[in-house]
């Protein structure tokens, strides 16, 4: 769960990603050089891993306390296989 | 250097990848579970990896085949650094 | 903590990956072709990415718990924030 | 192709990692802190990431200036699929 902090926190950094994604288009428009499109690129996708290590940490703080807190082992096991599968989805091969 | 069907198919793309932000925003503003959340966050960034596969296959097609049949070894030198440097950006830690 | 099932899963990836990097050194020497070698130091950073898996699993599964169900919040703070870190290592920029 | 002196930087950096992967056993052996396991791999794959770039650079800088200066068509064609593979290789999902 997000709180109303992190809510606005992530709002504000995803405007300013699609505003990298529209800056992106314009520059592939401007047949701008490819590296300095590559570059771009990059940008976007790191503010996007920001983005996603906030979402992570209001996940740990919130669904996951209360999972691993609650001594229910079913769900505890959920969380769990979610976060390894998180992580390989983040993770370079 | 795109040529117009790279330049239409990125385009898609980047279209697409604009959506997905939006739909981020829906999600975080519609309170969804932060691993629904995260495994979009992920699926915008492979999108975007994919965009930047396409613009570095061009970049190698055109600028970087150029410049290495060109004989000239500055501009050489300067064509392999941008390569290490966007292969740099790219890789995991 | 890991027990002793992960323990010795774990040992016989490592040694694999031991060989492996023996593998490229042999490949540097015999000078084999770069792509070839870069194609196996790919594998063996995956491979080394599946043990970070198995470690993380253990690790959510044994002090991450524990940590989460006793409720002492300044242990909890200081696991979430070694999750950021782990997570934040193995994501590519 | 490598080259003498890239081939003995390569030589040494892997035996660093080959003791890294040892170290980790011996961690994992003496039952420490999991955390600090994951770090110990995360530096082993950024190693692994620093050999990988080195060898891309000889890449670059001698078979692939070669095949882009030939103009066969064909070898260029396939140095260009073999970068974009080797790019994805090691680009996080």
Redesign the interface.
Known sequence: ??NDDN?AD??KR??R??GQ??G??RM??D?R???D???Q??A???A??K???Q???????????T???S?NEND?EAK?R????????????
């Open positions: 769960m997000l809510r992530i709002t995803l405007n990603i699609a994604v529209q992106i288009q592939v428009d047949d050089y490819c590296v499109i590559l570059t690129i990059a976007a996708r790191a996007l891993g983005v996603s290590n979402v992570l940490e209001a996940h740990l703080d919130t669904c996951v306390v999972s691993f807190a001594g505890r769990v979610e976060l390894l599968d998180v992580f390989g989805r983040y993770m370079s091969k």
